[in-house]
């Protein structure tokens, strides 16, 4: 990126695409980054199962409502995941085709951090199916730790932590009774706008992604993988 492009991205008026295809509904968002303050556009929702049909148009809808071309945005926020296999590689590979041509700088954060930033918690659980959910715990000195998790693995965590944000049903069947000390923080699922505030901080001390090196931050492997690895059904049939 030339210093005079990268300076201009760096002036107030900053816009910032975020993209969230990680759940079982999605959304694009496009807001205004003014001195450190995030002023809010507009958000578009996406149906489940639809982002690879759905989600450049849905981009280009977003900009061309409020007058602005790809061009014009200084910075993109991806949610890399976990969640749906299928939909975290539409959502990336759709930011890396939309970030090359024009260089734009991209911010990929995890969807765990996000649901817990907007539910005020230092931990979250979400629902991965199969009696399993994707969990986030803080520790002690403030390190983050993502992992897939069963009953056993959440009664082999020790000390829960005192909240976890979750923000769907099945989550909190499966994390309360095992964790009946911590207190469940429910809140409405994550989206691309809740993504960009979270992520204000990275884009202004411009801390991106190697767009080389993204890739989706999955926590399990995918049917296809599962299903596929001969060792696996030996497994699954021993």
């Known amino acids: 990126m030339s210093e005079s492009v990268a300076e201009g991205r760096r002036e107030a008026g900053l816009l910032v695409l975020g993209v969230d295809t990680c759940g079982p509904s999605g959304s694009v968002a496009l807001a205004r980054l003014e001195g450190g303050a995030v002023k809010m556009l507009g ?19 977003l900009l061309a409502e409020h007058g602005a071309k790809l061009g014009e945005v200084g910075a993109i926020v991806v949610v890399s995941g976990p969640g749906s296999f299928t939909g975290v590689r539409v959502g990336l590979s759709a930011v890396k085709g939309l970030a090359e041509p024009g260089q734009i700088p991209v911010v990929a954060v995890s969807r765990l951090a996000v649901l817990a930033a907007k539910a005020g918690a230092d931990s979250a659980a979400l629902d991965a199916h199969r009696h399993e959910v994707f969990l986030r715990l803080n520790g002690l000195c ?13 009664a082999g965590v020790g000390l829960p932590p005192a909240k976890v944000a979750v923000c769907d049903d099945a989550a909190e069947e499966l994390v309360q009774p095992v964790w009946t000390g911590a207190e469940l923080v429910r809140s409405e699922a994550p989206s691309a ?11 202004l001390a411009r801390d991106f992604a190697d767009l080389a090196l993204l890739d989706g931050h999955y926590l399990r492997r995918s049917d296809a993988e599962i299903f596929g690895d001969p060792m696996m059904a030996k497994v699954r049939h021993a």
């Open 193 to 203: 706008v809740d993504a960009i505030e979270l992520c204000v901080p990275q884009i």
């Open 142 to 154: 403030g390190e983050a730790r993502e992992l897939l998790a069963g009953a056993d693995e959440l």
């Open 43 to 61: 958000q578009t929702e996406l149906a489940g199962r639809s982002y690879s049909a759905t989600l450049v148009a849905a981009v280009g809808g």
